[in-house]
């Protein structure tokens, strides 16, 4: 057909249309194109207020997962729309190169360098977590140029972490899958054992396998020599890698590891900042001190893209004492519209108190209601912190074996529970959920009553070997 055809065929059912146009010509992230064109294109999401997604056929859905972990502050929040309208009125752009700046953008800034822990005061703008952790990359290799250790190159992070989908962030992230593609990971990206007790830990209490998986980077930095490694990068609960909540004995002895060898610590919160542990970020809850904080999603609620690294002081002060000019950046970073935006979400996390909410309330409530699952037959761990939580699904709960091969039991759980009203994600053989920090707890408990049905559902119609 040719592409004028296409344009002017006749008019048809939207939901037709936009399907057939979908496949024709959007190439959608993480998707199988021809799999997706057989099952007979996407859902096409057309609205969403509160906790909850229209699609456009009528069906009504809980997302459990606030978009992409990053909806804090829920749908159609009519103030974060009124800011954007009216920075879009005042001043629609203006960058922070050459030598200006917008009200917005060092306002957030400031605000930024308030909420954040300890030692963390300055912010370089991106508009995503990949984009970021490219800055964090390119950050840290120019400060080790300038103090002199040139040799310190090396980035360790861990299996199933996932830090974005540029070449640095799919380099960092350790994706097998993801490794597979581009011929990655770039020289210079090495993997750990991630703080995994279900499938990593073996025999040993989770306790002890925490200290084992922190000892896994001691090794790492040991066997390449602590004068070639830059730094240590770890999402303070891997997220997209199924939700691992490391036990209490692994951040603290990371942090420790790191500073004997002066190896860079830094946390990728891009999913852990804003709230969703019940604190503002992981780094409070974990009480850890990073060198330097990814951070995205949370801080507009997705309104709008923007992300940040907050630079600790000793990069910070190396860049500006030593740096001269540090070319970098990009033709969004610091956009006043998002800036604005981040900060009126700002103020509505604060003035609703959502994480305390979190804290006191509705992440308990979750996990009272997760560790119910634990007596399905299907369900081997359950792990949350907060409003994040991923359930492990397994053949032989004692032994902690997978079923083979692995992947089709989430895929089935989450499925069934998207047909009975509630997005959730599958990672391998776990579901994950991470939904908008004001959700109530009586919408928990619906959200578990239809993952258990789920998890009935799936028992029932499928066989497994
Ligand atoms: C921990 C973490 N880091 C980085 C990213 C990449 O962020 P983005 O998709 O905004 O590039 C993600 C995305 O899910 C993430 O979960």
């Known amino acids: 057909m ?39 294109g996407s859902r096409i999401i057309v609205s969403a207020d509160g906790i909850h997604l229209n699609d456009s056929e009528g069906g009504r859905l809980l997302d459990g997962m606030a978009g992409l972990w990053c909806v804090n502050v829920g749908y159609s929040r009519k103030e974060l729309a009124k800011v954007a309208y009216d920075q879009m009125l005042e001043l629609p752009y203006y960058h922070p190169f050459f030598k200006t700046a917008t009200p917005s953008s060092i306002e957030l800034a400031e605000k930024l360098a308030q909420i954040t822990p300890e030692g963390l005061n300055h912010v370089f703008y991106g508009s995503s977590g990949s984009e970021s952790v490219d800055t964090m990359v390119r950050a840290v290799r120019h400060f080790w140029n300038l103090e002199g250790k040139p040799k310190k190159k090396t980035f360790i992070s861990r299996i199933h972490a996932y830090h974005g989908s540029t070449m640095a962030g799919a380099s960092l992230g350790g994706q097998a ?49 602590a004068e070639n490694v830059a730094a240590f990068v770890g999402e303070a609960i891997q997220g997209a890698g199924g939700v691992l909540v490391p036990p209490e004995t692994y951040w603290p002895e990371v942090q420790k590891v790191c500073r004997k060898h002066d190896v860079l610590f830094v946390l990728d919160e891009v999913i852990t900042g804003f709230g969703r542990l019940g604190t503002w970020f992981a780094a409070d809850h974990y009480n850890l001190t990073p060198d330097a904080m990814i951070l995205a999603k949370g801080i507009t609620s997705g309104y709008l893209p923007l992300s940040a690294v907050m630079m600790g002081d000793r990069i910070a002060d190396a860049l500006i004492e030593k740096g001269g000019e540090f070319y970098h950046g990009y033709t969004y970073s610091g956009h006043p519209v998002p800036c604005a935006v981040a900060l009126e979400n700002l103020r509505i996390i604060e003035q609703e108190n959502l994480v305390e909410k979190v804290r006191t309330s509705t992440g308990p409530r979750l996990a009272e209601r997760l560790a119910e699952l634990l007596d399905h037959p299907l369900v081997g761990e359950v792990r949350s912190v907060g409003l994040i939580a991923g359930v492990e699904l397994v053949k032989d709960k004692k ?8 992947g089709k039991v989430g895929i089935s759980v989450r499925d069934h529970c998207i047909a009975n ?5 599958a990672v391998r053989d776990s579901i994950v959920m991470a939904p908008p920090l004001i959700i109530e707890p009586k919408q928990i408990d619906d959200m578990i009553g239809v993952i258990r049905k789920a998890l009935d559902q799936t028992a029932k119609d499928m066989v497994f070997t």
Do not use: C
């Open 2 to 40: 040719s592409k004028k055809t296409a344009r002017t065929s006749p008019a048809r059912n939207s939901t037709t249309r936009w399907r057939e146009a979908d496949t024709r010509h959007h190439l959608h992230p993480f998707t199988d194109y021809k799999g997706l064109a057989a099952e007979g």
């Open 177 to 225: 899958v993801m490794h597979a593609q581009g011929d990655l990971p770039l020289p210079g990206f090495v993997h750990v054992m991630p703080p995994y007790w279900y499938d990593f830990g073996g025999d040993l209490s989770p306790a002890e396998f925490g200290r084992k998986a922190a000892k896994a980077i001691e090794d790492k930095i040991l066997e390449l020599g």
């Open 421 to 425: 009203g509630v997005i959730i994600r």
């Open 399 to 406: 032994k902690r074996r997978h079923f083979d091969p692995i």
